[in-house]
Nanobody, 126 residues
């Protein structure tokens, strides 16, 4: 089992920014596709963004965050990031990081992700 841990959540005003980090305790990090998901109160967990394995030159976003959020990775640090700009109150949720091993390519399907973090809370005030 690979340990995955998110950090960087917090309280921010609408229009502000946050950067979430996700560290995976593994020497195979570069082989994982990485994804971010979120779950708002009373709602099902939903896909946010994904980045392919390796150099991560290909990314994939949900329509609700496209143009505002950016996913990236630093394989030397075993870390994936989610830069969130122009945050809105509807972005309030617990954000989860997940690793897909072996990578199935970019996918929004939760069933393909093998390792999940505990989540970090993001709250956007209006």
């Amino acid at each position: 089992q690979v340990q995955v841990a998110e950090s960087g959540g917090g309280l921010v005003q609408a229009g502000g920014s946050l950067r979430l980090s996700c560290v995976a305790a593994t020497d195979r990090f570069s082989r994982y596709a990485m994804g971010w998901f979120r779950q708002a109160p009373g709602k099902e967990r939903e896909f946010v963004a994904a980045i392919e394995w390796g150099a991560g030159t290909t990314t994939y976003y949900s329509d609700s965050v496209k143009g505002r959020f950016s996913i990236s990775r630093d394989n030397a640090k075993n870390t994936a990031y989610l830069q969130m700009n122009n945050l809105k109150p509807e972005d309030t949720a617990v954000y989860y990081c997940a690793a897909d091993d072996p990578a199935h390519g970019l996918t929004r399907e939760e069933r393909y992700y093998d390792y999940w973090g505990q989540g970090t809370q993001v709250t956007v005030s209006s």
